[in-house]
């Protein structure tokens, strides 16, 4: 087996491999695993410092309560209370045991005294050495015994061959021992003394370890707990995240109908709506575009088709053919043209790309009546004009109107009456054309508003079918739509902008939404 190479850059020409990704954590295990060591953190922080400020409050009782200790065995044996230890506080008198009369006359009478006087508490211990030797030890029953720790004695022999009082702690045999060590010495007596006093460390604070040792299964117990809710509520709160996974898997180009549940009120909800929203109106756009593809190859076939049949029947050497075929080619050309423009104008108007600038109204509709009364074959009556100023494109806004007046010269009996106008309303104001045509049955109302839809009646079937879609648009553009009132004495169009500035109208919910006031004979005949 050899060993592995390190991978070099891949170079021009050479072959690459590819390297298998890793799995990463999921956004679920990521917050979970934050919140658990934020969790863990804190409880080990407040858990830690709440121990150590424990201990070291029982190892001060501890070192005050050996160092009473040794002012308790100068006082019985000097009578006196002093204390050579820096960091312990003078006793008070009253707390000392009884001060002996006796005049002791050798060190083991002294020691002997003392080891009468004081008797060890819990966890304590005490022993008389003579000599270097254990001697003395008190009459109670002990926890431990000293004299059964050689090297410690051996080491507090040493520490206290200078004749100080030391205090100190060890680790032997006996356990952790917190200690303190004080000669005793009785002039002309000949001997050396030594009290020696200590107390089991591992016992005084075994209930401090033992209160540590249960918070610290408490504060893992937290920690499952706090990991388990924290599963649970993670896992709903990504829920719609997970669902909108699985939907954009299963959302294709050609099927954009899926949507995701939304449940509460939370971001979570306010983002999926939004993305719901968002797959709405790419699956509008895919609709329209589909429909437009569809209506376009439609309207195409026919031109192409009339087209290829006069070349496939032409007779090349028959001038009066080859005329005829020219003269219909291009007039099918111009008619492929004007349908490319309304489509592009229609693309245009559904982009909203206005240019809005407080307008006139009276102003424009003066303009446009203007402009229209170029019109041949019709009377065109500039009935009323609204005075207000509305914020619109008036370029778009004309072009609109003109293309209103235009159907209505094309549909209305040659010779009549066509009334154009403005009205100001409260909300809004309506630019309308009135014709004395043959009106719009009902159930055509909504389909001429549609690429391409046309009424097989006495109106007419001239144009490309985009001319009232772009209305519509360029009406919805500006925040307003389309008032239609038809009968058979005629028909009448209006444009309902809004004298402020609003959002784009849908064309599903242009009626339901709208501030404007509506007509009441917009569906009716």
């Given amino acids: 087996m050899t060993a592995p190479t390190a991978m070099t850059p891949a170079t021009p020409g050479s072959a690459?491999?590819?390297?298998?990704?890793?799995?990463?954590?999921?956004?679920?295990?990521?917050?979970?695993?934050?919140?658990?060591?934020?969790?863990?953190?804190?409880?080990?922080?407040?858990?830690?410092?709440?121990?150590?400020?424990?201990?070291?409050?029982?190892?001060?009782?501890?070192?005050?309560?050996?160092?009473?200790?040794v002012?308790?065995?100068?006082?019985?044996?000097?009578?006196?209370?002093?204390?050579?230890?820096?960091?312990?506080?003078?006793?008070?008198?009253?707390?000392?045991?009884?001060?002996?009369?006796?005049?002791?006359?050798?060190?083991?009478?002294?020691?002997?005294?003392?080891?009468?006087?004081?008797?060890?508490?819990?966890?304590?211990?005490?022993?008389?050495?003579?000599?270097?030797?254990?001697?003395?030890?008190?009459?109670?029953?002990?926890?431990?015994?000293?004299?059964?720790?050689?090297?410690?004695?051996?080491?507090?022999?040493?520490?206290?061959?200078?004749?100080?009082?030391?205090?100190g702690t060890a680790v032997g045999e006996l356990g952790n021992l917190r200690y303190?060590?004080?000669?005793?010495?009785?002039?002309?007596?000949?001997?050396?003394?030594?009290?020696?006093?200590?107390?089991?460390?591992?016992?005084?604070?075994?209930?401090?370890?033992?209160?540590?040792?249960?918070?610290?299964?408490?504060?893992?117990?937290?920690?499952?707990?706090?990991?388990?809710?924290?599963?649970?509520?993670?896992?709903?709160?990504?829920?719609?995240?997970?669902?909108?996974?699985?939907?954009?898997?299963?959302?294709?180009a050609s099927d954009l109908h899926e949507r995701i549940p939304v449940a509460g009120r939370d971001d979570m909800s306010e983002l999926t709506r939004t993305v719901n929203d968002m797959l709405e109106r790419l699956d509008e756009s895919l609709t329209a575009q589909r429909q437009l593809l569809n209506d376009v190859r439609h309207e195409l076939k026919t031109p192409i088709t009339i087209v290829r049949g006069y070349l496939e029947l032409l007779d090349p050497s028959n001038p009066d053919d080859v005329a005829a075929a020219r003269a219909v080619a291009l007039d099918e050309l111009d008619r492929m043209t004007g349908l490319i423009d309304d489509i592009e104008s229609l693309a245009n108007a559904q982009r909203a790309d206005l240019v809005r600038v407080p307008t006139d109204a009276a102003d424009l509709t003066s303009q446009v009546f203007r402009k229209v009364s170029a019109i041949p074959g019709h009377e065109w009556v500039l009935v009323e004009q609204a005075q207000a100023v509305v914020p619109v494109d008036p370029a778009r806004l004309t072009q609109a109107l003109l293309q209103l007046a235009d159907n209505a010269a094309k549909h209305a009996p040659a010779g009549t009456v066509i009334e154009l106008g403005s009205t100001e309303h409260a909300d809004a104001v309506e630019f309308w054309i009135a014709d004395r045509g043959p009106g719009i049955p009902a159930e055509a109302k909504g389909r001429i508003f549609e690429r391409f839809g046309r009424i097989d009646t006495g109106r007419g079937v001239e144009g490309s079918g985009l001319g009232l879609p772009i209305v519509d648009a360029?009406?919805?553009?500006?925040?307003?739509?389309?008032?239609?009132?038809?009968?058979?004495a005629g028909s009448r169009f209006g444009i309902l902008v809004p004298r402020r500035t609003v959002d784009i109208v849908p064309a599903a919910s242009a009626e339901r939404d709208s501030p404007l006031p509506t007509d009441p004979d917009r569906s009716t005949s």
């Fill in 71 to 167: 002012e308790s065995v100068r006082f019985i044996v000097t009578g006196s209370p002093t204390t050579d230890l820096e960091t312990t506080e003078t006793s008070d008198p009253s707390a000392l045991p009884e001060a002996s009369s006796v005049t002791y006359t050798s060190t083991r009478d002294a020691l002997q005294a003392v080891m009468a006087r004081l008797v060890p508490s819990s966890n304590e211990s005490s022993l008389g050495l003579i000599n270097g030797v254990p001697a003395l030890i008190p009459g109670t029953e002990l926890a431990f015994h000293l004299e059964d720790d050689q090297e410690f004695v051996l080491r507090v022999i040493a520490e206290v061959d200078g004749g100080n009082v030391v205090r």
């Fill in 474 to 488: 360029i009406a919805r553009a500006h925040g307003g739509y389309i008032n239609l009132t038809t009968s058979p």
């Fill in 16 to 69: 690459t491999v590819a390297r298998p990704k890793r799995p990463g954590w999921s956004v679920r295990v990521r917050i979970l695993a934050a919140i658990l060591l934020v969790a863990a953190l804190g409880l080990t922080v407040a858990g830690g410092t709440a121990y150590l400020v424990q201990r070291d409050r029982a190892l001060q009782e501890v070192d005050a309560r050996l160092a009473a200790s």
């Fill in 180 to 252: 303190i060590a004080a000669p005793v010495t009785v002039e002309g007596s000949g001997e050396a003394g030594i009290f020696v006093t200590a107390f089991d460390l591992d016992a005084e604070l075994g209930e401090l370890t033992s209160a540590f040792r249960i918070y610290t299964a408490v504060a893992a117990g937290a920690l499952v707990a706090i990991g388990l809710v924290g599963w649970f509520v993670a896992g709903r709160l990504l829920r719609p995240i997970r669902q909108l996974r699985a939907a954009a898997s299963r959302i294709t």
